[in-house]
């Protein structure tokens, strides 16, 4: 593999700060979350000062730092590092990725399996397992899979500039499972696309039977 003449996108990448601004700092939270915990057992009528719950605090913080790492991070730098394509001009599929995520309505696992395609433009490849980091920054943050799905889209459009690129997501959202509605087994789908593969039908068409294949 040759390194790229590609310039990497922004070094901007490497941090994110919230809308205001604000760099979010996973020490700060990991204090704020076990108060909040704490809050929590209590607020249900458990003490936390009992011996089993004593360090719940401390672990279900470090719990949501991991579940939530994605906040602390911008995805796209996973595709900064890129190689040329030495004249490859076919779609790059990566499927069976698997993902975990919560749902930010009710804070419930969301599990699945992603498919990403795209369509190089002739000059830039990123490294397969940066599709997979890609997935999972995104991922672990609190999400709608709706969202998830056009992330991970705008981020490959953005960094690699491809022809094409279609995303897609089948998970099972325990909120639908262990709660409400109770259908154990629903799968949601989603699908995202862009230039080409949202253009033309049958070119997408192409792509989703190598996915579901
Ligand atoms: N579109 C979308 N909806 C989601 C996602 N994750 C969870 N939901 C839905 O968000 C909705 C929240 O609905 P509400 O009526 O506010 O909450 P609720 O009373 O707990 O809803 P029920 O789950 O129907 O009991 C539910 O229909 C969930 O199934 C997601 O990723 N995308
Ligand atoms: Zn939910």
């Given amino acids: 593999m040759n390194d790229s003449s590609t310039p990497p996108a922004s070094s901007d990448h490497a941090t994110e700060t919230r809308p205001d601004g604000a760099r979010l700092q996973p020490a700060k939270a990991r204090a704020r979350l076990e108060d909040s915990i704490r809050n929590l057992l209590e607020a249900v009528g458990e003490d936390p000062d009992r011996e089993g719950l004593r360090e719940t605090p401390e672990r279900v913080a470090r719990l949501y730092l991991d579940l939530f790492s994605g906040l602390y991070e911008d ?26 995520s919560t749902c930010e309505h009710h804070l419930l696992p969301v599990r699945g399996k992603a498919a990403v395609a795209y369509l190089p433009d002739g000059g830039r490849l990123t490294g397969l397992s940066k599709l997979a980091r890609l997935v999972e920054g995104y991922a672990r943050r609190p999400q709608l899979q709706e969202r998830l799905t056009d992330q991970i889209v705008a981020a ?40 080409l593969w949202a253009e033309d039908l049958a070119a997408r068409g192409e792509i989703l039977g190598l996915m579901k294949s």
């Fill in 75 to 100: 995805p796209r730098r996973h595709l900064e590092k890129q190689f040329s394509t030495d004249g490859h001009s076919g779609p790059v599929i990566v499927k069976d990725i698997p993902f975990q």
């Fill in 156 to 195: 490959l459009v953005e960094v690699l500039r491809p022809r094409a690129v279609l995303v897609m997501l089948e998970a099972e959202h325990m909120c639908m499972t262990l709660r409400g509605v109770r259908a154990p087994g629903s799968l949601t789908v989603t699908l995202g696309a862009h230039g």
